[in-house]
C-alpha cells in the first residue's frame, strides 16, 4: 500500500465515520470534487466539509473493492450503502505535492442482468 492509498482510505473511513475534520484534513487548499451525474462541483477544503458535515441521515457507508493507479492518480473502486440502498461508484483522486487536489465521483445503482446474454456471463454477486 502506497501513501497515496493509505490517504484515500484515511480518507473514506473518516467520511464513513461521521468525522468531516478528519476526513477533509489530507485535501489541498484548492481542492476540487466533482459529481458529474448531477452536475456539481465543491471547491475548497471547507466546502467539502460542509457538505459531508449536513450529509441528511450521515454519509454514505463505503467499503473498497480495490484501488489502482499510478503516478499522482488512483481509482478505487466502492460499494456503497445509503441507508437501506445500495450503489456502486468509482472515484477518480489527484494528487498533488502529498495532497488531494481533484476527487470525481461517479455512483451506479445496481440492475438486473438481462436474460439475453445470460449463455456468455457468470453472475457473481
Not at 6 to 32: N, P, Q, W, Y
Not at 41 to 54: D, P, Y
Request: net charge negative.
Amino acid at each position: 500500500m502506497d501513501a497515496y492509498e493509505t490517504m484515500i482510505r484515511h480518507h473514506l473511513d473518516r467520511l464513513v465515520a461521521g468525522d468531516a475534520a478528519g476526513a477533509t484534513e489530507g485535501l489541498a487548499d484548492d481542492f476540487v470534487q466533482d459529481w458529474p451525474q448531477s452536475g456539481e462541483r465543491l471547491h475548497g477544503r471547507q466546502a467539502c466539509f460542509m457538505v459531508h458535515s449536513n450529509y441528511p441521515g450521515g454519509p454514505p457507508r463505503a467499503a473498497i473493492r480495490r484501488i489502482a493507479g499510478e503516478g499522482d492518480v488512483r481509482v478505487a473502486e466502492l460499494d456503497l450503502q445509503y441507508g437501506d440502498e445500495k450503489a456502486f461508484g468509482i472515484s477518480i483522486f489527484e494528487f498533488r505535492d502529498g495532497r488531494l487536489v481533484h476527487e470525481t465521483d461517479w455512483f451506479g445503482e445496481p440492475f438486473p442482468a438481462p436474460p439475453w446474454r445470460s449463455k456468455w456471463v457468470e453472475i457473481v454477486g
